[in-house]
């Protein structure tokens, strides 16, 4: 069963706006949550993370939030800019040796 | 420094062979992952190596797939019998350590193998 669901698989932004990327997860012993940027024919690379003691985490331009009670968690990247144009996934840890579970993905588009 | 390499980055077989993926980790990560990504989803987890053993071999879909790592460095993914279902891109990720910092895994580029 999918823990990590991003139900927006493609999202376009115009280059200045914000881009919200959202992710909900199912299993409640997740922990520490993760956002990855992949470009194409390479490995995601990390972007962000969250501790799930935590509500907002911030680093420049990407925020990412996280509302347990919702279950819920999304990325603000604010400015857009044309070099964000990849696929974000979502990612969620529980156990202990950092297993992570990915979300299925969101392709982001900046538009000039 | 050198990130994860992978070899092949593609490989094309026929139903019913055997392939060998191999995953060169960042020299003196302890932990590394190998994960499977099909069209249009996300990564999915196949198995974890902590040092030689591997420590979490959960996520392996059969006994088609079995993965080694004999000195702690280098591992190998392999995949007997392919069936056209095993087309995927296979990702290798390594990391200093495991959960004392779940954040410090390094993927590498993947190998697409496509079975036809």
């Known amino acids: 069963d999918q823990q990590v669901k991003q139900n927006s698989p493609s999202l376009s932004v115009q280059e200045g706006r914000i881009s919200i990327l959202n992710c909900d997860y199912t299993?409640?012993?997740?922990?520490?949550f993760l956002w990855y940027k992949k470009y194409p024919a390479e490995g995601p690379t990390f972007l962000i993370s969250?501790?799930?003691?935590?509500d907002k985490n911030e680093d420049g331009r990407f925020t990412v939030f996280l509302n347990k009670s919702a279950k819920h968690l999304s990325l603000h990247i604010v400015p857009s800019q044309p070099g964000d144009s990849a696929v974000y996934f979502c990612?969620?840890?529980?156990?202990?040796?950092?297993?992570?579970?990915f979300g299925a993905g969101t392709q982001v588009v900046v538009t000039p | 420094g050198a990130g994860v390499s992978q070899t092949p980055s593609n490989k094309v077989t026929e139903k019913g062979k055997y392939v060998e993926l191999r995953c060169d980790p960042i020299?003196?990560?302890?932990?590394l992952y190998w994960y499977r990504q099909s069209l249009g989803q996300g990564p999915e987890f196949l198995i974890y190596?902590?040092?030689?053993?591997?420590?979490?071999d959960s996520g392996l879909p059969n006994d088609r797939f079995f993965a080694v790592r004999p000195e702690g460095s280098v591992s190998t993914l392999k995949i007997q019998r392919t069936e056209r279902g095993d087309s995927a891109v296979y990702l290798c990720?390594?990391?200093?350590?495991?959960?004392?910092?779940?954040?410090?895994?390094?993927f590498g580029p993947g190998t697409r193998l496509t079975v036809l």
């Open positions: 190596f902590q040092g030689t053993g591997a420590a979490d």
């Open positions: 020299s003196g990560h302890t932990a």
């Open positions: 990720a390594s990391s200093p350590s495991g959960r004392a910092n779940p954040v410090t895994q390094y």
């Open positions: 969250i501790s799930s003691i935590k």
């Open positions: 299993n409640s012993m997740f922990d520490y």
């Open positions: 990612a969620a840890v529980a156990d202990s040796w950092g297993k992570l579970q």
